[in-house]
């Protein structure tokens, strides 16, 4: 679950507390001013007014404030997003340029399994790489390893294999 997701969820909450808060509220003034009229009028009960009781209640006020306190968080985590996925973006793209001088560095058996995947459309399964190159498994994880540090290749766990994808 993103940032993003928990942040909506955090805003309708809040949003929710808000409507229970103000209909609590306008509840509280209803019953008072019921207590009033049944009272022909006179609002002095027990010795406290009923308009004063219930003006300005610590509750209201403390939920009114969680509530936008929560709402803040919420939007705060739904527009801005993680440090790390913006670092993420900004090292997954690399210009054509930089691959091409990256493809060029490649030794042979790296360069083998690039081509192999160029000839697949850019996605295979590890395991299909493993026997299509005659590598054993230890060297097309290494090789893949490698090709994943100079942002070659991205590999995504799919079951029980993986996909390696060219990028």
């Known amino acids: 679950m993103n940032n993003r997701t928990i942040g909506i969820g955090i805003i309708i909450a809040s949003l929710i507390l808000l409507a229970a808060i103000i209909s609590f509220r306008i509840e509280l003034n209803r019953a008072a001013k019921q207590i009033v009229e049944q009272n022909n009028g006179i609002c002095i009960i027990d010795g406290e007014c009923m308009h004063e009781k219930t003006a300005y209640p610590v509750q209201t006020y403390g939920g009114i404030i969680v509530a936008s306190l929560l709402f803040a968080f919420g939007v705060y985590l739904a527009i801005v997003p993680k440090k790390a996925s913006l670092e993420r973006s900004k090292e997954e793209s690399i210009s054509h340029e930089e ?30 790489l493993v026997e299509k190159s005659g590598f054993t498994k230890v060297k097309v994880t290494r090789i893949l390893d490698v090709l994943e540090g100079k942002r070659l290749v991205e590999r995504k766990r799919r079951g029980m294999t993986n996909v390696v994808i060219l990028k």
């Open 99 to 128: 691959r091409e001088k990256r493809l060029k560095l490649l030794n042979e058996d790296e360069k083998k399994v690039v081509e192999m995947l160029k000839q697949a459309e850019g996605t295979m399964f590890q395991s299909d």
